[in-house]
């Protein structure tokens, strides 16, 4: 079975490339519906740059899930203070979660969330939030699957 057979740990420097590209194709999927990203734009170094600093952050967390020793997806998420109006002073942000296409509907989204949500229990985090591009039909999908639900939307408008 699929899941026998895969690891989960946490990301370190070395990972770097296997992020930038999985970014790059989560970037490359949101261009299909969603018009504001620029076409034709390397973010190759601007990822890298991005995630070499984030990635050393000690709230910020990136786990790589592989499969028979390869890189087949990763999650990240972080952990945020709360101001005082909030009943929960801290809470946890997911910030991604991928899966190589080929291994995707397979239930390891669902295998990898308990495994997040098993950390999050340990570090006594009681609640995870996330924001989803509402066109990202899929996203919104796999997300309500796994329990979450709506509390804000984002809006905007053209001025110009
Ligand atoms: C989001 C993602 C990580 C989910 O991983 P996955 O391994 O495919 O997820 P699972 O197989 O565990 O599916 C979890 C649930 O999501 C739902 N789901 C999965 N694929 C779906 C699809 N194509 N359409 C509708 N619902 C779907 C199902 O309800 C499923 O639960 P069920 O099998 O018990 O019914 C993966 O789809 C992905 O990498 N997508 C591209 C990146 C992305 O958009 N990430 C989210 C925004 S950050």
Redesign the pocket.
């Known amino acids: 079975m699929l899941k026998d057979k895969i690891n989960i740990y946490r990301a370190t420097k070395k990972d770097i490339p296997f992020l930038v590209k999985s970014d790059q194709e989560?970037l490359d999927?949101?261009r299909n519906f969603d018009n504001r990203y620029k076409k034709g734009v390397t973010v190759e170094l601007i990822y890298k740059k991005f995630i070499s600093r984030d990635i050393k952050k000690p709230n910020t967390y990136y786990y790589i899930v592989e499969k028979n020793e390869k890189p087949i997806?990763y999650?990240s998420f972080n952990i945020r203070k709360l101001t005082p109006i909030f009943i929960l002073d801290k809470i946890a942000y997911?910030?991604?979660?991928?899966?190589?296409?080929k291994?995707?509907?397979?239930?390891?989204?669902?295998?990898?969330?308990n495994y997040m949500a098993g950390i999050l229990k340990k570090k006594k985090i009681k609640k995870i939030e996330?924001s989803?591009?509402t066109k990202?039909?899929?996203?919104v999908?796999?997300?309500t699957?796994?329990g979450f639900k709506e509390v804000s939307k984002k809006m905007e408008r053209n001025i110009l």
């Open positions: 989560i999927y949101h997806g999650f997911l910030e991604t979660m991928y899966i190589q296409k291994y995707r509907g397979l239930g390891l989204g669902k295998m990898i969330f996330l989803v591009n990202n039909k899929l996203g999908a796999v997300w699957s796994m």
